[in-house]
């Protein structure tokens, strides 16, 4: 492996390590899932775009999601790809605060974006008479617009402060760059990073997990009390598959955490 020229220049996919027969076989797989994600999720905005009766509340926050699955796929796949059968390692430390910034900012706003969607399936379940009035198109664009915006502010800062310190190290010791990366090139104190960063899993993880329960048992309860198996069947299919992707993202968010706290107990 080539010397590192400059200081920009710093070293990442150190734990990516495939051996020769298992890279091109590795490679086609996140080939094949990157594709199919854009695919997907392109075809998913065309067609809510296009067709006007999905122009729903609920079908618009899809559109969200998959908007933020795009960008949270194009950010991490293809450098990782590239990566992977050209072998190198290195990433300026420009592109490296790039990525961790939108690599953050998809996290957040899959977070923020699913709060909103556990609320719309609230108020249609639960306010089903007032449903229209309350979720109106203005009402989904100010949502939408707000998810993505405290997204990016609560990112910046959290970006922005790992950004200030100075670097003691090239190596950055995972096979992407995100916030927790960033930080840990410095040798300087990062109190105010990490004391900054529990804000940020306080607001995001566990508001959002407190908001999604709520709304939750809320619907569970009006679907016991009113026994009505017509409104406990569209309660299953409306919330099941918002309910499992939520689970999916706060799980892995946890994971993510947990690996960066606890690095001696990666695999």
Known sequence: ME??????????????????SSTYPVFFTLLFVYIALIITNVCVVVIIIAERSLHEPMYLLFCNLSVNDILGSTILLPHLLYDMVSKNR???YNACVTQAFFTQTYGSASHTI???MAIDRYV????PLRYS???TAKAVVTLSVSAWAVSVVLVGVLVSLSVRLSRCTSVVPNFYCDNASLFKL???????NNIYGLFYTVVLLSSSMGIVAVTYIRIAIICRTKKNAELNSKAIQTCASHLVLYLIMLLTGYI???????PEHRI
């Open 3 to 20: 010397n590192i020229s400059s200081v920009s220049d710093i070293l990442v996919l150190e734990e990516l390590d495939l051996s020769e």
């Open 124 to 127: 249609a379940i639960c306010n």
């Open 133 to 135: 009035a309350i979720m």
């Open 256 to 262: 993510v955490i947990i690996m960066h706290r606890f």
């Open 114 to 116: 699913l709060i909103i």
């Open 186 to 192: 410095s040798c300087d104190d990062v109190s105010i």
């Open 90 to 92: 290195f990433m300026s």
